[in-house]
């Protein structure tokens, strides 16, 4: 097999032009398959790093819920009512919704994602939230995420600054006492976190005692799993329980496949592979045709025809190799590019890289298993 390789890239480079049309095909198609599969890997972090940083074993929502964009609220009485089993330790509502945010810059107004919380406990592992509960107990203050997208204002610039920070959210006026770090989402481009007081205060239309998301933390030694089922049998049947991953992956799944952008995401990728194959079957194919008279000689003198199918697939190969390295060379630019303008986690990952690799060689090879068909046309006794 090593034998034949300087045979396919001897084909391969005589034609230079052909060959750089060639790679600039498979480099596009690797940078298509890239940028699909890292904004959608993209879309699925990035709406579950609230639900990662939930400090608790269990979660409780609505069964109407679907994601954290079109939550319902429910009784938080069914959430203390978990307290009645032995396994619980404690348990802490949550209020979630939106609200109009006011540039305080601009006066333009943008809806942000509003997290009411008990500030007696920190529900949330996120930088920040710990050292700044006490804050938010004071009358209209607010945490703002630091990685909110720039629409908002330069509101962390100002605070770190040493400024006093106000502006509107739904027409009341509120102070950003302190920066927390989410990051923006597919589902919200800014967020904040307060008290459940100045939640019900933001939102004076909403009921007290009427959340979003209930968080249960068990003694230590509990099965998660096994709670989960008794309090599905406890519980009435208008609430949904999770374990953490389980809620995890509730959200997950909403956005891959109940959205038409997780749909639209994995078409990309499907378009970007098949415009690939296309492309370099259309190369060897040609490279075929040129060279019949040649093959039919090789046959002539006593090469077998899985000699020559070995030696088409071998020059696809390498075109997969050299078109992929500079498709993950332009990939890494775009994707620190579309992390700086979209304040998303669309970062490379090593799973993505040897994925699309996979996918290039898989591209190629089916292309040039397409493209030597037309060997079994180079019969020596045709061509002379």
Wanted: aromatic share 12%.
């Amino acid at each position: 097999m090593l034998g034949k390789i300087p045979l396919a890239w001897l084909q391969l480079k005589r034609e230079k032009t052909r060959l750089a049309v060639a790679l600039a095909g498979i480099a596009f198609a690797d940078i298509l398959m890239f940028m699909q599969l890292g904004f959608q890997d993209s879309l699925y972090f990035s709406n579950v790093r609230l639900h990662t940083s939930l400090r608790c074993d269990i979660v409780l929502i609505n069964r109407q819920s679907s994601a954290l964009l079109l939550m319902k609220s429910f009784s938080q009485r069914r959430l203390y009512k978990a307290l009645d089993l032995p396994a619980v330790e404690s348990v802490h509502p949550i209020y979630v919704d939106y609200a109009s945010w006011k540039n305080p810059v601009t006066g333009t107004y943008r809806n942000i994602l509003v997290l009411g919380i008990k500030p007696e406990f920190n529900p949330f592992d996120l930088p920040g939230v710990q050292d700044n509960l006490n804050k938010i107990k004071l009358s209209d203050v607010v945490l703002f995420d630091r990685s909110s997208r720039k629409e908002y204002g330069p509101i962390t610039e100002e605070f770190e600054q040493g400024k006093n920070v106000t502006t509107e959210v739904r027409r009341r006026r509120i102070k950003v006492g302190g920066l927390f770090t989410l990051g923006a989402s597919f589902g919200a481009d800014g967020n904040l976190i307060t008290s459940d007081i100045n939640f019900l205060r933001l939102f004076n239309n909403r009921q007290e005692g009427l959340i979003e998301i209930g968080l249960i933390r068990l003694k230590p030694g509990s099965d998660p799993n096994a709670v989960v089922q008794t309090l599905k049998n406890y519980l009435p049947q208008d609430i949904k329980v999770f374990t953490k991953q389980e809620y995890i992956d509730f959200e997950r799944n909403f956005w891959a496949s109940s959205t038409a952008i997780g749909f639209i995401f994995t078409l990309g990728t499907i378009m970007g592979f098949i415009v690939g194959t296309v492309i370099v079957y259309q190369i060897l194919y040609t490279e075929v045709a040129d060279h019949l008279a040649e093959y039919a000689t090789l046959k002539a003198i006593g090469y077998t025809q899985k000699y020559l199918l070995v030696v088409i697939l071998q020059e696809a190969v390498i075109l997969a190799f050299l078109g992929y390295i500079p498709g993950l060379a332009v990939a890494m630019f775009l994707y620190q590019t579309a992390r700086q303008a979209t304040l998303l986690p669309v970062f490379m990952s090593f799973n993505r890289v040897v994925m699309v690799l996979i996918l290039t060689i898989l591209m190629c090879f089916i292309s040039g298993a397409i493209a030597v068909r037309k060997l079994s046309a180079a019969d020596p006794a045709d061509i002379f």
